[in-house]
C-alpha cells in the first residue's frame, strides 16, 4: 500500500487549498477513503470521509461546510478540497482507506503540511 499526499502550503486565514492523495497497491475502487489531520502537539483526528462510489461522504463538525472530499477512481486518487481556511486548520494531513477509521493504520503516507498564517 502507497499513500502519497500533496498540495500543503501555506496560505492566508480565508484563503484555499486543494489536496491530493494518490494511491497504489490496493484496489482503490472497493474501498472507502478519508482525509486525517494531526497538528503539533494533537492526536490524528479525522477530517473527512467518503464512500467508495463517491456519492456518500461525512465530515468533522470543525470544517463542515468549508472542506470537500471528493475521488477519482479511475485516477486511484482523493482530494480534499479546503475553503475559508482558519489557522485552527493548520496540521499534518494525511489519507487513509475507510470511512469511520483508518484501515491501513500502520502504512500512513508522509504527509501533507498545511499552515495557515497571516
Known amino acids: 500500500v502507497q499513500l502519497v499526499e500533496s498540495g500543503g502550503g501555506l496560505v492566508q486565514p480565508g484563503g484555499s487549498l486543494r489536496l491530493s492523495c494518490a494511491t497504489s497497491g490496493f484496489t482503490f475502487s472497493s474501498y472507502a477513503m478519508s482525509w486525517h489531520r494531526q497538528a503539533p502537539g494533537k492526536g490524528r483526528g479525522r477530517v473527512a470521509s467518503i464512500n467508495s462510489s463517491g456519492d456518500n461522504t461525512n465530515y468533522a463538525d470543525s470544517v463542515k461546510g468549508r472542506f470537500t472530499i471528493s475521488r477519482d477512481n479511475a485516477k486511484n486518487t482523493v482530494y480534499l478540497q479546503m475553503n475559508s481556511l482558519e489557522p485552527e486548520d493548520t496540521a499534518m494531513y494525511y489519507c487513509?482507506?475507510?470511512?469511520?477509521?483508518?484501515?491501513?493504520?500502520?502504512?500512513w503516507g508522509q504527509g501533507t503540511q498545511v499552515t495557515v498564517s497571516s
Open positions: 487513509n482507506a475507510g470511512y469511520a477509521v483508518a484501515l491501513f493504520r500502520d502504512q
